[in-house]
């Protein structure tokens, strides 16, 4: 089993939709961060979450150390949002990146 | 701050031939990792490094592939006699010493082997 799964793997939506990626994690972390790498392949890192929420514009991140679950949300989705949707983990102690395997997003105008 | 720099941007070497990646990290930062996409794939970790030292290279293969970071300068990633299989996107992150501190990623290096 993977250290850090996400869901769904693939998403379509309609514009302007509530877009919701769920990432699930196994190990004890330091922290957590919510990638975006567009089709040109360049990363961009969105968030870097230890606890509750952080916003950035139409880009919401969550995260529950208990349960070990993190949400990436976009509101207004918009077809620029287009790309695959990653979350990593900072393992506690080794202090390792671990990523998941990646949400592909599709935004149809 | 120019951010993770790697370079080259796209690299072509035929088959046999030694590649040589680049990645300059942010500036204060003495952690740095590697990662390899291959196509229509997530990102593999290959190996984490410290100044001088390698931390974890579980992700890297046996042979033909080795990494450093010194005390100056970049971190290199190193392929040796480059196979068609070795044809992928390489990324580099790089961070401070802690664990819980955002991570930041060059724009990687397309690697194609003819």
């Known amino acids: 089993k993977n250290e850090v799964e996400q869901s769904p793997q693939n998403l379509t939506a309609q514009e302007g939709e509530f877009i919701t990626i769920n990432c699930s994690y196994s190990?004890?972390?330091?922290?957590l961060h919510w990638l975006q790498q567009h089709p040109g392949g360049g990363i961009v890192s969105l968030f870097m979450?230890?606890?509750g929420k952080k916003k950035h514009g139409r880009l919401i991140a969550t995260i529950n150390i208990q349960e070990k679950h993190s949400s990436l949300h976009i509101t207004a989705s918009h077809p620029r949002d287009s790309a695959v949707y990653i979350c990593?983990?900072?393992?506690?102690?080794?202090?390792?990146?671990?990523f998941g395997t990646g949400t592909r997003l599709t935004i149809i105008p | 701050n120019a951010g993770v720099m790697q370079n080259p941007r796209h690299l072509v070497r035929r088959r046999g031939q030694e590649a040589r990646l680049r990645c300059s990290p942010m500036?204060?930062?003495?952690?740095v990792y590697w990662y390899r996409q291959l196509p229509e794939e997530g990102l593999k970790f290959m190996v984490y490094?410290?100044?001088?030292?390698?931390?974890?290279e579980s992700g890297m293969p046996k042979e033909r592939f080795s990494a450093e970071f010194p005390k100056e300068g970049p971190s290199i990633l190193r392929i040796q006699q480059v196979v068609r299989g070795d044809s992928a996107a390489y990324f580099c992150?790089?961070?401070?010493?802690?664990?819980?501190?955002?991570?930041?990623f060059g724009q990687g290096t397309r690697l194609t082997v003819v």
């Open positions: 990593v983990i900072s393992n506690f102690g080794n202090e390792k990146l671990t």
């Open positions: 190990v004890g972390i330091s922290a």
């Open positions: 979450l230890s606890s």
């Open positions: 500036k204060g930062h003495s952690h």
């Open positions: 490094l410290q100044k001088e030292n390698i931390i974890d």
């Open positions: 992150a790089s961070q401070t010493d802690r664990g819980n501190t955002e991570a930041f």
